[in-house]
């Protein structure tokens, strides 16, 4: 069982929040996107982000591995989703919100590809192992214009270990030099305010086109 099932199984997902996040609702615009973009979610847990992204006219298609989080998303919601086998997963819908209950790096969405992306506390879950593995499925799975919002934590690596995992701006430019511009949206320092034994952290959002 993976550290993620048994926090969920254990309802210690911290992570989730109440209301949509602020780092999307105040940046999101400024990837200045169709309606029409079709947005992927990766490591979407429950996040109510999905509905706020929703309400701007866009299609959704989360992915997240722990069926308990799929199936709460749609209770919370009230909804009974429509249920398909796809290659390596199950995909739920409703009205215009996809959840592939499956793992990221193995999941062939049947509607692939998407122009946008959203990640928040999705690469900064992941250990810095699989951090090449995900920018390369973010590539296999985006339009050649795609673009993204991403929101990131960063604190001396060797005071914590992850999750959330340490993503300096180093490790942005590292990992997405290559194939994306790279633009700070925010940068807000949080060392005050986390309730964590860290000498210094902050929150990072980002812009990031493909090239
Ligand atoms: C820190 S939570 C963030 C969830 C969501 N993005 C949010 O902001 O609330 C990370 C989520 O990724 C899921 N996850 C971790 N590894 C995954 C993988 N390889 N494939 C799909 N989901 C994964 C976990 O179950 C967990 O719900």
Known sequence: MSIWHQRWDENRIGFHRSLANPALTEHWSKLQLDTSSHVLVPLCGKTLDMHWLSQQGHRISGVEFVEKAVIQFFEDWAKIPNQVSVNNGEKFTAENINIYQADFFKIEPDDAPFSAWYDRAALVALPPSLRTLYVEQLLAL????????????DYPKEEMKGPPFALSDHDVEHFFGPSFEIER???TDLTEEEDRELSRCSLSVFMLTKR
């Open 142 to 153: 985006t339009t050649a214009d795609a673009k993204g919002l991403m929101v990131t934590f």
């Open 185 to 187: 949206l925010q940068f």
